[in-house]
C-alpha cells in the first residue's frame, strides 16, 4: 500500500473522520484529503505525529513494502536500571496491560511482547540511553547529547537540542501558537517561531507571514531582516512596496542605494523623483549632483534652499494616483530645505 492508503486505513479503522484526525495533528481537512489520495505527502514532524497517534513505525508509514508485524519484542537499557516483562494491547486505542519487573544496580533490562491494535500487530526495537532523561523513538524533545536506537537492526541517531511547543486551540487548522526549534524543524502557525517559520507572524532566521521578523524573510505587511521582501520592507537589503534599507528597491524607497519611483537617498535613482547626494530621475534634487530629464536642481549640501521650484514641477508632472507618495516625497524636500 501507498504512504496515503496507509493513512487512509489507518483512519478509518480508528474511527476518526478526516477533520477530526487533521485537529490532533494541526492541519486541515484538505490537507488529510491530499495525503490519502497521494496528492501531497506529510511533513516528516508529521510522519512522527501520525506513526505515535497510531502505534505503527515509521518504516511501516514510508515503505510500501513493509508490513506491520504481527508479534515484537521489546528491550530497554535505562539510567535506573530493572529488569521486566510487559504484556498487553497498545494504548494508542485503549488497551490495557501488565508490566512486571525487579529493580537492577547501575542498569538494566526489559522485555515487551503485545499487539498494536491500530495496525494489526507489533513491532521488535530496542533503546539504548546515555542519561536520565532520553529522548524516545518518536523524535519528543531531549535533554542528552546523544540518543541512539536500535529498530529492526537500523541504527538511529539523534543529536543536539530540539524543543517544540503546539498551542491545543487552533485557526483554520494551524496552531494559534507553534514554537519548533531545532536543526531541520519548522514551524507554522498564526504565530509561528522556529529556524523556518510560517504563518500570520513569523519569527525565525527564515520566515514567511504577514509580518515576517527573520534575517530572511517575506512579509505580505511587513517584513524586517537582513534580505526583506514585503509590503514595508526593513533590512540589509529591502524589497518591497516602501523599501527602506541600505539597498533598497520600492515604489517609494529611502536608503544608502534607492532604487524606486520615487527614492531618497546617498544615490537616488527615481522614475518620479529622485532626491539625494547624486540623484536621477524625471525630477532630480541633488546635493551634489542631479541628473533629471524633467527638472534638476543642485542645492549644495548646506541646506536652507528654496524648494518651491521642484515642489511646483512635482505638482505639475507627476500623476494623482502617486498622490500618497507625492506628500512622502515632498515632506523629504521639506525636511532637506530645513523647512
Not at 82 to 103: E, F, L, M, V, Y
Request: contains cysteine; proline residues 2%.
Amino acid at each position: 500500500m501507498t504512504l496515503g492508503e496507509k493513512i487512509y486505513s489507518l483512519r478509518v479503522k480508528n474511527g476518526l473522520s478526516q477533520e477530526a484526525f487533521g485537529e490532533k495533528l494541526g492541519v486541515s481537512r484538505q490537507s488529510v484529503s491530499k495525503w490519502e489520495t497521494d496528492q501531497s505527502v506529510p511533513e516528516l514532524d508529521k510522519i512522527v505525529m501520525i506513526s505515535e497517534l497510531f502505534t505503527v513505525t515509521t518504516d511501516y508509514l514510508l515503505k510500501e513494502s513493509v508490513a506491520e508485524p504481527a508479534s515484537g519484542q521489546w528491550k530497554e537499557t535505562t539510567a535506573a536500571g530493572r529488569t521486566g516483562q510487559w504484556n498487553g494491547a497498545s494504548a494508542a486505542t485503549g488497551g490495557s496491560g501488565q508490566w512486571n519487573g525487579t529493580p537492577g544496580a547501575a542498569e538494566g533490562s526489559g522485555q515487551q511482547n503485545g499487539a498494536s491494535t491500530a495496525a494489526g500487530g507489533s513491532g521488535q526495537w530496542k533503546k539504548a540511553s546515555g542519561a536520565e532523561q532520553a529522548s524516545d523513538l518518536w523524535g519528543e524533545s531531549s535533554d542528552t547529547e546523544q540518543d541512539a536506537y536500535e529498530c529492526r537492526g537500523r541504527a538511529v541517531v539523534k543529536r543536539g537540542f530540539s524543543y517544540e511547543y503546539k498551542s491545543k486551540r487552533s485557526w483554520r487548522g494551524m496552531p494559534l501558537v507553534h514554537v519548533n526549534i531545532g536543526f531541520g524543524r519548522s514551524a507554522k502557525g498564526v504565530i509561528a517561531i522556529g529556524l523556518a517559520a510560517k504563518g500570520i507572524v513569523a519569527i525565525g532566521l527564515a520566515g514567511l507571514g504577514v509580518i515576517t521578523l527573520a534575517p530572511v524573510g517575506i512579509g505580505l505587511l511587513l517584513s524586517a531582516g537582513i534580505v526583506a521582501i514585503g509590503g514595508i520592507a526593513l533590512g540589509d537589503f529591502a524589497i518591497g512596496v516602501v523599501a527602506i534599507g541600505a539597498f533598497c528597491v520600492g515604489l517609494f524607497s529611502m536608503g544608502a542605494l534607492a532604487v524606486g519611483q520615487f527614492s531618497f537617498g546617498a544615490i537616488a535613482i527615481g522614475q518620479q523623483v529622485a532626491v539625494g547626494d547624486v540623484a536621477r530621475g524625471d525630477i532630480a534634487l541633488g546635493f551634489s549632483e542631479a541628473t533629471g530629464t524633467v527638472f534638476q536642481q543642485i542645492t549644495g549640501k548646506q541646506g536652507g534652499f528654496d524648494p518651491q521650484d521642484v515642489l511646483r514641477a512635482i505638482d505639475e508632472h507627476v500623476a494623482d494616483y502617486w498622490f500618497i507618495f507625492k506628500q512622502w516625497i515632498k515632506g523629504m524636500i521639506y525636511i532637506a530645505a530645513g523647512i
